[in-house]
């Protein structure tokens, strides 16, 4: 790309912001002529976005769905670390992880860890922990995998031959170097997560986003379907932006790289 | 013949494929095993979901429901690569709409909840496969748009620039050269497409679906028939598993064959 140096042009945003413009302005046309349960207007929806930061309860429910989403997305990443290092230790293992463990994952249907989470454990956090990091566990272990595969063996050498404790070792050497792949899983598991997982709490809890999105629903309240979505949009936004697209750059696959 | 017999068992040992059978017999004897100690509503012996699978795929109005599913997600899947894609090339080649659609269309569907989708398109269409296409098909737009989108930023600009000197026809230049080299990008939406739509489809038959195994399954949650869920499971995991071993690893290999650069 040779033009993406600089900021863009004024005439660039204009279209950009423009449009978005247009769109709302047509949305709101629209939505004139419909009923507020099939097509709310714009300022219904800002309405019920409101509630997100007037009312309590409605935005404890963001915060209880950030907190398991993250909280989901590190005991996946850890559990993927785990799973690579026990093939980085013995090789001999690859086969299974790699053409039965994460075949097995990666195929199963999200909604069917949804349903056997809820048959297993009754509703509740844990169940809904459980259901994400199922889900997710699969994008982690690839990653994870993929950072030890290009550890290289001449630095571990070195390593060795500064101390004797595997302990050290790991969080001095090995864990920096396959940061960049940890960093792009988490972006990724995160990512899933928000998006697909968020389905465990359709079935497995009484409080989160995925709860409210459900009683909305069955209220035929849209302008809450709707507010509830630009939550996510935002959340997932925002923490993406401010916290993970930082991290991902700081860890760079290509750092100490020309590039 | 006793010494080769040996020396084969003893290199199938050290690449892991003994470990691999091994760990799917364990793994299937300690869900035999442990089947006897739960009530089977909550998890079915190995036994009791191969029977339900066999009536399953026998039952023609069942497996009808299979291939329904099949039909939503190829659609959806098809859909999204023609929406993705289009989109795609409308921010590569019409420079004023690059930031209408990098930076603000990609990263919006991108943020936006497969959950989302599913509600909005049930408010908007009821319980149809109109709205378990639309969802998964929604889902799919922004995995398409970014890849398709890599593709065309990789290519390569001398190559583009040789078909410019050899034919002056853009239409010639883009199915000659460009296609041929997103070939590889291409392939990768589609079969990232594959993996996630099959994860999201269920969910979308589930609650927004009047037929599919997602359907299905749902009927089986409410009535507490744990077989057929496993069975559905089992179906969906064979059929994504065997997809990806016959089909996509193998045209994977082959492209990285002829796409690599030396």
């Known amino acids: ?259 | 013949m006793r010494a080769f017999i040996i020396q084969h068992l003893s290199r199938a040992w050290s690449s892991g494929t003994v470990l691999a059978h091994l760990f799917t017999v364990a793994f299937l004897l300690a869900w035999w095993g442990y089947s006897f100690i739960v009530p089977a509503y909550q998890l079915p012996g190995p036994g009791l979901v191969a029977t339900r699978a066999i009536a399953f795929l026998q039952d023609s109005d069942e497996f009808a429901q299979l291939l329904l599913s099949l039909a939503h997600v190829s659609i959806a899947i098809a859909a999204a690569f023609v929406i993705g894609s289009l989109l795609a090339a409308l921010a590569h080649y019409v420079r004023p709409l690059r930031l209408l659609i990098d930076g603000r269309l990609t990263p919006f569907l991108n943020a936006f909840s497969a959950i989302g989708w599913l509600f909005l398109a049930m408010l908007w269409f009821g319980l149809d496969s109109f709205t378990v296409i639309f969802a998964v098909t929604l889902i799919l737009i922004p995995f398409t748009i970014i890849n398709v989108r890599t593709g065309l930023q990789e290519l390569d600009a001398d190559l583009i620039e040789l078909g410019r000197s050899l034919s002056r026809n853009p239409l010639q230049v883009g199915v000659r050269i460009v296609v041929p080299l997103l070939v590889p990008y291409l392939f990768a939406s589609l079969r990232n497409s594959f993996g996630v739509s099959w994860k999201v489809v269920l969910t979308a038959e589930l609650f927004g679906g009047s037929g599919g195994v997602g359907f299905l399954l749902n009927i089986a949650r409410q009535q507490f028939d744990t077989e057929t869920i496993f069975a559905i499971i089992g179906f969906i995991l064979c059929f994504v598993a065997f997809s990806e071993i016959i089909l996509f690893r193998p045209i994977q290999r082959h492209l990285d064959r002829s796409y690599g650069r030396v």
């Open chain 1, 1 to 259: 790309m040779s033009d993406t140096a600089g900021k863009p042009a004024l005439l660039d945003r204009l279209i950009a912001d423009g449009t978005i413009v247009a769109l709302i302005v047509v949305w709101w046309l629209i939505a004139r002529q419909l009923p507020t349960y099939v097509l709310p207007g714009p300022y219904d929806v800002l309405q019920s976005l409101a509630r997100f930061v007037t009312d309590g309860a409605t935005a404890f429910n963001a915060f209880v769905s950030l907190t398991r989403v993250v909280a989901s997305v590190l005991i996946a990443m850890v559990m993927g670390v785990l799973i690579a290092l026990a093939v980085q230790a013995a090789p001999i293992l690859n086969a299974t992880v790699e053409r039965r463990l994460l075949v097995f994952l990666s195929s199963f249907p999200s909604v069917g860890w949804a349903i056997l989470g809820v048959v297993w454990f009754k509703i509740s956090t844990p169940t809904v922990l459980f259901i994400q990091t199922a889900i997710i566990l699969p994008f982690c272990i690839v990653n994870a995998l993929a950072g030890f595969r290009q550890l290289d063996q001449e630095l571990d050498e070195m390593g060795r031959s500064m101390t004797r404790s595997p302990v050290r070792r790991f969080f001095k050497l090995t864990l920096p170097l396959i940061a960049p792949f940890l960093v792009a899983g988490l972006r990724i598991a995160y990512g899933i997560c928000w998006k697909i997982a968020l389905v465990s709490e359709l079935f497995g809890a009484s409080s989160g986003l995925g709860y409210l999105l459900m009683n909305a629903q069955s209220t035929s309240d849209a302008a809450m379907v709707f507010a509830c979505c630009l939550v996510i949009v935002v959340i997932y936004t925002a923490t993406d932006y401010l916290l993970l697209k930082p991290l991902a750059e700081r860890f760079s696959v290509n750092q100490g790289l020309q590039t």
